[in-house]
């Protein structure tokens, strides 16, 4: 990321700081935009293949991009679905850098040996890895969903590109950190575990039972152990600290009138048909807001139906804002 861009990031990020701190309007500094819900893969925990496929044009894409810079929005992330299912992605991530944004994709990587030049304008590219071959199998679907993969981690590196893997924290992955982080240690990524999301429009399935809370909490204290230790782990300290507490792992959201959510004022989720949400979590929860049509910041009508959850990237960017010395400290070494 070059200089101008981590001083955009930071100005938009500090201008909607103060809002949130203020309760003024809502002035979003990142944004997570959805190019697809088709998918290759079937996981057990995501339904995003199965909700409506319907995708924007490029230049819908580039309107729906360029509305997006005027509300304030420095970030954008690229997920799905499968985002690499478009043929166009390249052209989607050209459009946002042209705009001085700083773009992370989220791919499963199984299709980047048919087109390995698609990702090269983004800045961070994130990735699923629940495992070794048997575990991330179970979780993702079969057996393509490892297949190529591995290689993938290692060529994007080459490239000298920031990569990091999303483990989601099942009964096929709950015993793999070790696996993980010593693969991470030899082939030079990072690893981000995050909670089985569950209740919502883009997510299925339900936590097993035969892990108890007792034993998650347990697993989350092993994690922030082993960051304590100098593992690549860029899950943040506050986040492992946060989850080792969390009651029950069968409820990702609740509401609490005491507590404040900065989902809608710091950042928002977007489907593939620009229909725009305070979060991923939300979407079937709360009125969307389209944003081919509307302004985020005047037409959302403020209000979320959970305030406190710990679903992991929006646990990640709430915490972004409710302890924003610490966590704007460790992001920065997290993303230098």
Known sequence: MRWSEQAAVGYAFGTSLLSYLVDGP?????????????????????NCPYIDPTDLPLATVGTLIDRLHDMGIRRLGLAGGEPMLRK?????????????MFVSVNSNLTLYRRRPDALEGADVIYTSLDGDEEAHE???????????????IRDLIARGKELIAICVVTEHSFAQSEYLLAQAEEVGFRVHFQPQCVDTENTRGTVPESITNQQF????RSILDQKKRGRPI??????LQFLSQWSDFSISAFYDAAASCPAGRGYFYIDPQANAYPCTWTKGKTPPVNLLRDDW???????????????????????????P???????????R
């Open 88 to 100: 166009d992605l390249a052209d989607i991530i050209a459009l946002a850098k042209a705009r001085g």
């Open 217 to 220: 909490r347990a697993f989350w």
């Open 325 to 335: 010395l610490s966590a704007a400290l460790e992001a920065a070494r997290n993303y």
């Open 234 to 239: 860029i899950s943040s300290t506050p986040y």
């Open 26 to 46: 809502p002035r979003p500094f990142s944004a997570t935009f959805a190019v697809t819900n088709r998918c290759n893969l079937r996981c057990s925990y995501c």
């Open 138 to 152: 179970a979780a993702r679907g079969g057996e393509k969903a490892y297949a190529g993969v591995p290689e993938a």
């Open 297 to 323: 910041r005047t037409a959302w009508g403020r209000e979320t139906p959970c305030t406190v959850c710990s679903v992991g990237p929006m646990l990640e960017f709430n915490l972004l804002f409710q302890r």
